[in-house]
């Protein structure tokens, strides 16, 4: 799916397929190196993540596994609830790990901040994060975020992984939607 099929459904496109190549590329050679002779597990968030992972993942240098995570924060609608639910955990043990969780974006950082108290809680040597966007709400919580792909204006995006009501996650980049969509 791309920008024609998206028709008049589409608000504008924020970051090309290009633009997030390119930037995956410097986060993942600034992974590569914070990271070298270190026991990493890479940990997705499903389902939003699976894009950032699989383009990020590719650009290490390394053999590196990667285990995934489902948590649930958010309703049918676009505001986070603030409520957070494991629907999927990990299969691995996190003792002594280097664990850096693979995030689509950031937005009020509750489900983030959230995640990372439960995984340092298991026993990991660290626990970082990367997302690929970031929202300027974030800023508010005590989240420490290490690799950070675009700060974007607080908007709804679609696209590269992020949907609404479960669409637009296979679109190459990430966009707006048009205000109908969401009856706006
Ligand atoms: P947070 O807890 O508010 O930081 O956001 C949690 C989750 O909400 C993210 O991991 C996304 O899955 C989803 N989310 C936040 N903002 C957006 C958006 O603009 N579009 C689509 N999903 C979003
Ligand atoms: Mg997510």
Redesign the pocket.
Known sequence: MDVEQMGSDLGQVLLTKEQIDERLAEMAKQIDEDYAGKNLLLVG?L???IYVMADLSRLLSQSVPMDWMA?S??GSG???S?V?RILKDLDSDLTGRHVLIV????????????LVGNLSSRGAASVEIATL?R?P??AK?EVDVRYVGFDIPN????GY????AEKYRNLPFVGTLAPHVYGG
């Open positions: 968030v389902k939003g993540a948590v924060s958010y676009t505001k986070s603030g957070v995030e689509d974006i950031i937005d009020s950082g509750l489900t983030l901040s959230w966007l929202k709400e974030a919580v908007e709804f995006v679609i992984g992020l949907d609404y």
